[in-house]
Protein backbone atom coordinates (compact mmCIF):
# COMPACT_ATOMS: atom_id res chain seq x y z
CA UNK A 1 0.00 0.00 0.00
CA UNK A 2 2.77 2.30 0.98
CA UNK A 3 4.69 1.78 -2.52
CA UNK A 4 1.20 2.30 -4.19
CA UNK A 5 0.93 5.49 -2.39
CA UNK A 6 4.59 6.60 -3.83
CA UNK A 7 4.26 5.85 -7.30
CA UNK A 8 0.62 7.59 -7.66
CA UNK A 9 2.83 10.53 -6.25
CA UNK A 10 5.01 10.45 -8.44
CA UNK A 11 2.70 10.18 -11.32
CA UNK A 12 0.99 13.30 -10.26
CA UNK A 13 4.10 14.91 -9.87
CA UNK A 14 5.49 14.06 -12.97
CA UNK A 15 2.14 13.88 -15.02
CA UNK A 16 0.21 16.52 -14.51
CA UNK A 17 2.10 20.06 -15.03
CA UNK A 18 3.21 18.79 -18.47
CA UNK A 19 -0.76 18.18 -19.00
CA UNK A 20 -2.97 20.76 -17.07
CA UNK A 21 -2.31 23.50 -19.24
CA UNK A 22 -2.45 21.02 -22.48
CA UNK A 23 -6.51 20.00 -21.09
CA UNK A 24 -7.03 23.22 -20.77
CA UNK A 25 -6.74 24.49 -24.25
CA UNK A 26 -8.15 21.42 -25.90
CA UNK A 27 -11.41 21.58 -24.02
CA UNK A 28 -11.68 25.38 -24.91
CA UNK A 29 -10.59 24.40 -28.46
CA UNK A 30 -13.32 21.80 -28.38
CA UNK A 31 -16.41 23.59 -26.85
CA UNK A 32 -15.21 26.51 -29.89
CA UNK A 33 -15.86 23.94 -32.07
CA UNK A 34 -12.08 23.63 -33.33
CA UNK A 35 -9.64 20.68 -32.85
CA UNK A 36 -7.01 22.56 -31.02
CA UNK A 37 -3.18 21.95 -30.17
CA UNK A 38 -2.27 18.36 -29.12
CA UNK A 39 -2.40 17.79 -25.23
CA UNK A 40 0.89 17.88 -25.58
CA UNK A 41 1.60 21.06 -27.11
CA UNK A 42 2.80 22.78 -24.09
CA UNK A 43 5.54 20.10 -23.54
CA UNK A 44 6.42 20.58 -27.16
CA UNK A 45 6.95 24.50 -26.69
CA UNK A 46 8.72 24.06 -23.73
CA UNK A 47 11.14 22.16 -25.84
CA UNK A 48 11.53 24.23 -28.45
CA UNK A 49 11.81 27.30 -25.91
CA UNK A 50 14.89 25.60 -23.97
CA UNK A 51 16.65 24.43 -26.94
CA UNK A 52 16.93 28.51 -28.02
CA UNK A 53 19.70 31.34 -26.56
CA UNK A 54 17.88 33.99 -25.29
CA UNK A 55 18.27 37.39 -26.75
CA UNK A 56 18.78 39.80 -23.85
CA UNK A 57 17.35 43.55 -24.68
CA UNK A 58 19.96 46.50 -23.71
CA UNK A 59 18.02 47.31 -20.90
CA UNK A 60 18.36 43.70 -19.50
CA UNK A 61 20.86 43.00 -16.72
CA UNK A 62 20.38 41.22 -13.03
CA UNK A 63 17.39 40.46 -13.27
CA UNK A 64 16.73 38.89 -16.66
CA UNK A 65 19.49 36.09 -15.70
CA UNK A 66 18.01 35.24 -12.14
CA UNK A 67 14.25 35.95 -12.43
CA UNK A 68 13.39 32.89 -15.00
CA UNK A 69 15.06 30.45 -12.63
CA UNK A 70 13.38 31.81 -9.53
CA UNK A 71 10.16 31.20 -10.75
CA UNK A 72 10.94 27.92 -12.69
CA UNK A 73 12.74 26.58 -8.89
CA UNK A 74 9.56 28.66 -6.84
CA UNK A 75 7.31 26.78 -8.94
CA UNK A 76 9.03 23.27 -8.38
CA UNK A 77 9.16 23.69 -4.75
CA UNK A 78 5.12 24.86 -4.34
CA UNK A 79 4.22 21.82 -6.54
CA UNK A 80 5.98 19.55 -4.72
CA UNK A 81 4.49 20.83 -1.41
CA UNK A 82 0.84 20.69 -3.08
CA UNK A 83 1.91 16.77 -3.97
CA UNK A 84 4.01 15.51 -1.31
CA UNK A 85 2.35 17.54 1.40
CA UNK A 86 5.87 18.12 3.23
CA UNK A 87 5.68 21.13 4.46
CA UNK A 88 2.27 23.23 5.17
CA UNK A 89 0.15 24.66 2.62
CA UNK A 90 0.28 28.20 3.94
CA UNK A 91 4.00 28.30 2.22
CA UNK A 92 2.48 27.95 -1.12
CA UNK A 93 1.00 31.61 -1.68
CA UNK A 94 4.83 33.01 -0.16
CA UNK A 95 6.61 30.74 -3.18
CA UNK A 96 3.27 32.56 -5.60
CA UNK A 97 4.22 35.57 -4.02
CA UNK A 98 7.97 35.00 -5.37
CA UNK A 99 7.25 34.07 -8.75
CA UNK A 100 5.11 37.33 -9.12
CA UNK A 101 8.46 39.14 -7.83
CA UNK A 102 10.67 37.67 -9.86
CA UNK A 103 8.12 38.28 -12.91
CA UNK A 104 7.49 41.56 -12.22
CA UNK A 105 11.05 42.46 -11.80
CA UNK A 106 12.38 41.01 -15.04
CA UNK A 107 9.34 42.79 -16.97
CA UNK A 108 10.61 46.52 -15.34
CA UNK A 109 13.87 45.94 -15.91
CA UNK A 110 13.59 45.04 -19.40
CA UNK A 111 12.11 48.83 -19.83
CA UNK A 112 9.14 47.77 -22.16
CA UNK A 113 5.96 50.11 -21.38
CA UNK A 114 3.66 47.33 -21.97
CA UNK A 115 6.02 45.11 -19.30
CA UNK A 116 5.27 48.08 -17.07
CA UNK A 117 1.30 47.72 -17.77
CA UNK A 118 1.13 44.17 -17.02
CA UNK A 119 3.06 44.52 -14.07
CA UNK A 120 0.44 47.22 -12.39
CA UNK A 121 -2.46 44.61 -13.50
CA UNK A 122 -0.63 41.15 -11.63
CA UNK A 123 -0.16 43.43 -8.74
CA UNK A 124 -3.45 44.07 -8.74
CA UNK A 125 -4.84 40.73 -9.22
CA UNK A 126 -2.01 39.32 -6.63
CA UNK A 127 -3.13 41.79 -3.80
CA UNK A 128 -7.00 40.84 -4.52
CA UNK A 129 -6.69 36.71 -4.68
CA UNK A 130 -3.44 36.47 -2.37
CA UNK A 131 -5.42 36.69 1.24
CA UNK A 132 -8.10 34.70 -0.18
CA UNK A 133 -5.55 32.17 -0.71
CA UNK A 134 -4.68 32.57 2.65
CA UNK A 135 -7.59 32.48 4.46
CA UNK A 136 -8.65 29.20 2.53
CA UNK A 137 -5.89 27.47 3.42
CA UNK A 138 -6.29 28.61 7.03
CA UNK A 139 -9.73 27.58 7.29
CA UNK A 140 -9.05 24.49 5.77
CA UNK A 141 -6.16 23.67 8.54
CA UNK A 142 -8.53 25.00 11.41
CA UNK A 143 -10.19 22.75 13.92
CA UNK A 144 -13.69 24.11 13.16
CA UNK A 145 -16.17 20.87 12.48
CA UNK A 146 -19.17 20.11 11.58
CA UNK A 147 -20.75 16.99 11.31
CA UNK A 148 -21.64 15.86 8.11
CA UNK A 149 -24.63 16.98 6.18
CA UNK A 150 -26.24 17.91 2.89
CA UNK A 151 -26.03 21.66 4.38
CA UNK A 152 -22.61 21.05 5.06
CA UNK A 153 -21.90 19.85 1.59
CA UNK A 154 -23.83 23.04 -0.18
CA UNK A 155 -21.92 25.38 2.02
CA UNK A 156 -18.79 23.62 0.91
CA UNK A 157 -19.30 23.76 -2.41
CA UNK A 158 -19.54 27.10 -2.33
CA UNK A 159 -16.71 27.76 -0.18
CA UNK A 160 -14.36 26.21 -3.27
CA UNK A 161 -16.29 27.76 -5.84
CA UNK A 162 -15.19 31.08 -3.95
CA UNK A 163 -11.51 29.87 -3.74
CA UNK A 164 -12.10 29.25 -7.75
CA UNK A 165 -12.75 32.81 -7.91
CA UNK A 166 -9.08 33.50 -6.71
CA UNK A 167 -7.55 30.96 -8.31
CA UNK A 168 -8.85 32.21 -11.54
CA UNK A 169 -7.24 35.68 -10.20
CA UNK A 170 -4.14 34.16 -9.64
CA UNK A 171 -3.92 32.47 -12.77
CA UNK A 172 -5.12 35.76 -14.47
CA UNK A 173 -7.63 33.74 -16.67
CA UNK A 174 -11.44 34.79 -17.62
CA UNK A 175 -13.42 37.00 -16.39
CA UNK A 176 -10.14 39.45 -15.01
CA UNK A 177 -8.03 38.47 -18.40
CA UNK A 178 -8.15 36.71 -21.50
CA UNK A 179 -4.91 34.74 -22.67
CA UNK A 180 -6.42 34.18 -26.31
CA UNK A 181 -6.57 37.90 -27.14
CA UNK A 182 -2.94 38.48 -27.12
CA UNK A 183 -3.71 42.10 -26.83
CA UNK A 184 -0.45 44.04 -25.26
CA UNK A 185 -2.92 46.79 -23.86
CA UNK A 186 -5.06 44.10 -22.49
CA UNK A 187 -2.65 40.82 -21.24
CA UNK A 188 -1.15 40.59 -17.92
CA UNK A 189 1.22 37.22 -17.97
CA UNK A 190 1.86 37.39 -21.34
CA UNK A 191 2.55 41.87 -21.30
CA UNK A 192 5.36 41.39 -18.75
CA UNK A 193 7.17 38.68 -20.92
CA UNK A 194 7.42 39.96 -24.87
CA UNK A 195 10.87 40.48 -23.93
CA UNK A 196 11.27 37.12 -23.06
CA UNK A 197 12.89 34.48 -25.63
CA UNK A 198 14.85 31.08 -25.74
CA UNK A 199 15.72 29.77 -22.23
CA UNK A 200 14.19 32.43 -20.60
CA UNK A 201 10.66 32.41 -22.17
CA UNK A 202 10.87 28.32 -21.48
CA UNK A 203 12.06 28.60 -18.01
CA UNK A 204 9.00 31.48 -17.17
CA UNK A 205 6.35 29.04 -19.42
CA UNK A 206 7.44 26.39 -16.86
CA UNK A 207 7.19 28.02 -13.78
CA UNK A 208 3.69 29.28 -15.17
CA UNK A 209 2.33 25.40 -15.66
CA UNK A 210 3.76 24.44 -12.61
CA UNK A 211 1.53 27.49 -10.98
CA UNK A 212 -1.53 26.12 -12.93
CA UNK A 213 -0.97 22.59 -11.24
CA UNK A 214 -0.14 23.39 -8.21
CA UNK A 215 -3.16 25.89 -7.78
CA UNK A 216 -5.62 22.93 -8.98
CA UNK A 217 -4.30 20.43 -6.89
CA UNK A 218 -4.27 22.53 -3.39
CA UNK A 219 -8.55 23.52 -4.48
CA UNK A 220 -9.01 19.21 -4.53
CA UNK A 221 -6.78 19.08 -0.91
CA UNK A 222 -8.20 22.08 0.21
CA UNK A 223 -11.48 20.11 -0.49
CA UNK A 224 -10.70 16.90 1.02
CA UNK A 225 -9.25 18.47 4.29
CA UNK A 226 -13.00 19.77 4.25
CA UNK A 227 -14.23 16.53 4.08
CA UNK A 228 -12.78 14.50 6.81
CA UNK A 229 -14.97 11.72 6.81
CA UNK A 230 -13.09 11.05 4.27
CA UNK A 231 -10.19 9.66 7.01
CA UNK A 232 -12.64 6.67 7.83
CA UNK A 233 -13.91 5.59 4.03
CA UNK A 234 -10.91 5.67 1.85
CA UNK A 235 -7.28 4.75 1.71
CA UNK A 236 -4.25 7.06 0.71
CA UNK A 237 -3.52 6.15 -2.32
CA UNK A 238 -7.27 6.09 -3.34
CA UNK A 239 -7.47 9.84 -1.56
CA UNK A 240 -4.18 11.06 -3.87
CA UNK A 241 -5.80 9.01 -6.79
CA UNK A 242 -9.08 11.61 -5.63
CA UNK A 243 -6.62 14.40 -6.12
CA UNK A 244 -5.47 14.00 -9.42
CA UNK A 245 -8.96 13.24 -10.93
CA UNK A 246 -9.98 15.93 -9.44
CA UNK A 247 -7.71 18.13 -10.50
CA UNK A 248 -8.06 16.83 -14.21
CA UNK A 249 -11.71 17.74 -13.60
CA UNK A 250 -10.82 21.54 -12.52
CA UNK A 251 -8.74 21.32 -15.48
CA UNK A 252 -11.74 20.50 -17.94
CA UNK A 253 -13.74 22.78 -16.08
CA UNK A 254 -11.73 25.84 -16.61
CA UNK A 255 -11.05 25.18 -20.36
CA UNK A 256 -15.11 25.25 -20.88
CA UNK A 257 -15.15 28.20 -18.36
CA UNK A 258 -12.83 30.17 -20.94
CA UNK A 259 -14.49 29.62 -24.00
CA UNK A 260 -17.72 30.96 -22.61
CA UNK A 261 -16.32 33.29 -20.62
CA UNK A 262 -15.26 37.08 -21.63
CA UNK A 263 -13.06 39.41 -19.39
CA UNK A 264 -14.39 42.07 -17.81
CA UNK A 265 -13.82 45.69 -17.38
CA UNK A 266 -10.77 46.26 -14.69
CA UNK A 267 -13.17 48.67 -12.43
CA UNK A 268 -15.05 45.70 -11.43
CA UNK A 269 -12.18 43.46 -9.87
CA UNK A 270 -11.81 45.02 -6.78
CA UNK A 271 -15.42 45.03 -6.01
CA UNK A 272 -15.66 41.55 -6.53
CA UNK A 273 -12.68 40.29 -5.06
CA UNK A 274 -13.81 42.12 -2.04
CA UNK A 275 -17.17 40.65 -1.68
CA UNK A 276 -15.38 37.04 -2.60
CA UNK A 277 -13.52 37.28 0.65
CA UNK A 278 -15.91 38.95 2.37
CA UNK A 279 -17.90 35.89 1.45
CA UNK A 280 -15.03 33.58 1.79
CA UNK A 281 -14.84 34.74 5.54
CA UNK A 282 -18.39 33.68 5.99
CA UNK A 283 -18.34 30.34 5.35
CA UNK A 284 -14.85 30.12 6.63
CA UNK A 285 -16.47 29.35 9.95
CA UNK A 286 -19.24 26.88 8.59
CA UNK A 287 -18.21 24.48 6.10
CA UNK A 288 -15.78 22.16 8.15
CA UNK A 289 -17.91 19.37 8.00
Known sequence: MEKLNYIILFLIFAIFPIIAGGIIRKVRARAQGRKGPPLLQNFYDLSRFLRKSPVDGANSGFFAEVSPMLVCVSG???????????????????????QRVATTTFAMETGSSFGGLGTSREILLS???????????????????????????????????ALMVAVLAELARPPFDDPRTHLELT??????????????????ELG?????????????????????????????PMENLITFLGAILIAIVVGY???VSIR?????????????????????????L
Open 76 to 98: IIMWSIAVYEWMPFLLIPFFLAL
Open 257 to 259: WEA
Open 264 to 288: RKWAWIPEVMGVTLLFILVLGTLVK
Open 187 to 204: MVHEAMLLEASGKTMGLF
Open 208 to 236: YQLKIATLFVLVVRIGLEHSKFVDNVISR
Open 127 to 161: ISSEPILLLSILVAQSKLQLNFSWVGVILGSLFLG
